[in-house]
């Protein structure tokens, strides 16, 4: 059986689970969120944990145990604590600001970018910094990769938008080759 799909998911004080068949429905003080599994797998509650087992040995449904036991854990951490992404914005007069439910990006372009923000997530701006807030960690990476991909960082002097754990590599420029 997979390494990760064998380990429990412990549920916390607070979140309740709730398993008709393959739909998964998990309900926390941040929210709720529902998935469907596939019918390969199931999840099992014991005694204050859930278990993922596989209904036969093939290789195909040891991937999907490892699979639903990743979403499985990441929708129990997101209802207890949420999810957050740092995104940094770097350049001379690039900026960001947030106005209800749309994210204004000043990124070098003639006109500012106006990105709207799915439901469910949430975006504060201070200068040269957007935050993003999600219980959903699937739906904040992939709003994240869509404002990042607004304005790439460029090799040269960096600028653009990019993830705050991202190192940008840097290549010289024409001068350096002399």
């Known amino acids: 059986m997979s390494r990760i799909g064998s380990k429990p998911i412990p549920i916390p004080g607070g979140v309740k689970v709730d398993i008709n068949g393959i739909h998964v429905k998990v309900t926390g003080p941040k929210g709720t969120l529902e998935r469907d599994i596939r019918s390969e797998v199931e999840l099992v509650e014991e005694g204050g944990e859930l278990l993922v087992k596989c209904k036969d040995d093939s290789k195909k449904t040891n991937a999907f145990s490892g699979l639903y036991r990743s979403l499985v854990n990441n929708m129990v951490v997101g209802v207890e604590q949420g999810f957050q992404k740092k995104l940094i914005v770097e350049g001379v007069g690039y900026k960001a600001s947030v106005s209800g439910n749309t994210l204004t990006l000043n990124v070098g ?9 799915p439901k469910g997530v949430t975006a504060t701006a201070e200068k040269g910094d957007i935050t993003l807030d999600c219980i959903d960690k699937e739906l904040l990476g992939h709003t994240a990769a869509k404002i990042r991909s607004v304005r790439k ?20 420029g ?5």
């Open 174 to 178: 024409k001068s350096a080759g002399k």
């Open 153 to 172: 960082p460029e090799p040269y002097k960096g600028k653009g938008i990019r993830y705050a754990d991202e190192q940008i590599v840097r290549k010289a």
């Open 109 to 117: 372009y003639s006109n500012p970018v106006e990105f709207g923000l």
